[in-house]
C-alpha cells in the first residue's frame, strides 16, 4: 500500500538551480570542445607544438583532452538532469566533475601557456558550481522532501 501521508513540496533552492545551470552549461560546453578538438584535431595539434611541445606529446594531449572534456560533459549533463529529483550521487558526481574540471584547467593554465576565453569560463563556472554544490541548501535538498506527519 503506497504511503500517502503528506509531504511538504518544497521550492528548488537558488543554489541548486546555479549547480544546475552550470553543470548544464559546463557539459554542453565540453562536449562541443570535444568533438572540436576531433574535428580540427590537426589544427590543435599545431598550436600546441607551436606552444613548444613536440608532436607525439601534443598528439597525446590533444587525445587526453578530448576524451577528458567528453567524459565529464556526458557526467556534468547526468549530474545536471538528475540534481532536481534529489539524487545525493547526482550532488557528488557533479562536485566530482567540477573539482577535475578546476584542476585541469589551472593546469592549462600553469604549465601549457592555454589562456583562452574558453578556459577561464570553464574555470570561472566550475569554481561557482562546486561553491553552488557544497551549500548547505543543496546538502539540505538532496535529502529529500521533509515529511510533515
Known sequence: MPDSSPVEKRRM???????????ALLGVLLLATSALIVLQQDAYVDGLVQGGQSRDAAGQTALLLMIAYAFMGVTALVSAAFLPRHRAWARLSGLLVLSLLTVVSLLLLLFN?????????????????TASLTSKHTKRWVQGPVRMD
Not at 533552492?13 to 553543470?23: D, E, I, K
Open 113 to 129: 601557456g592555454v589562456v583562452t576565453p574558453q578556459v577561464l569560463l570553464i574555470l570561472a563556472s566550475a569554481i561557482a558550481g
Open 13 to 23: 533552492p537558488t543554489s541548486v538551480r546555479v549547480a544546475v545551470l552550470l553543470l
